[in-house]
């Protein structure tokens, strides 16, 4: 059986900026709120961040590595991507 895991992101196109977000996170900024606010993926934007449910194979190879190894609730580094800088957030 494949593990399905259900993540939120903001996509942030330059490092500098994904990191300044990750200060506001780690400062106690809702993520939700800084999704919608900051994330150049208008689709999920709208959701918080919210990406669903996802298995592997679905999604750009270092999101999924790094989105797997999170733990519920945890909130990963900006990891870079041909999109842009990624930070995940472990829903479920």
Request: charged share 30%.
């Amino acid at each position: 059986m494949s593990v399905k895991i259900k993540c939120s992101h903001i996509l942030i196109a330059k490092q500098s900026e994904a990191l300044t977000i990750l200060d506001r996170i780690k400062n106690g900024e809702k993520f939700g709120k800084l999704a919608r606010d900051n994330s150049i993926d208008s689709g999920s934007a709208k959701r918080d961040g919210n990406l669903g449910y996802f298995t592997k194979g679905k999604m750009v190879k270092t999101f999924e590595e790094t989105a797997f190894k999170l733990q519920i609730g945890q909130v990963s580094e900006p990891v870079k991507t041909e999109y842009g800088y990624h930070i995940i957030k472990r829903l479920g």
